[in-house]
């Protein structure tokens, strides 16, 4: 997917260095290293937003609707 507009500032501010720092701070965890995914999707179902265990090296979910 080709990112563009607003659309493509809102995701560079969500993988950016400004909101990796102070989630750093608020979750006294250094995120720094932590790679990124983000995941767009169209359409979601409650249930995607359960708590769950992925596995041991995924540290943080931040979902938003």
Same mark, same amino acid.
């Given at each position: ?6 659309? %493509?500032? *809102?995701? =560079? ?12 701070? $608020?979750? /006294? %965890?250094? *995120?720094? =290293? ?12 409650? $249930?995607? /937003? ?16």
């Amino acid at each position: 997917m080709k990112l563009k507009g607003h659309f %493509k500032t *809102l995701i =560079a501010e969500l993988e950016g260095p400004e909101l990796t720092e102070e989630l750093s701070r $608020k979750f /006294g %965890k250094d *995120l720094h =290293a932590c790679p990124r995914l983000t995941t767009i999707m169209r359409r979601s179902q409650p $249930k995607y /937003g359960a708590i769950h265990t992925d596995g041991p090296s995924k540290v943080m979910t931040m979902l938003s609707t």
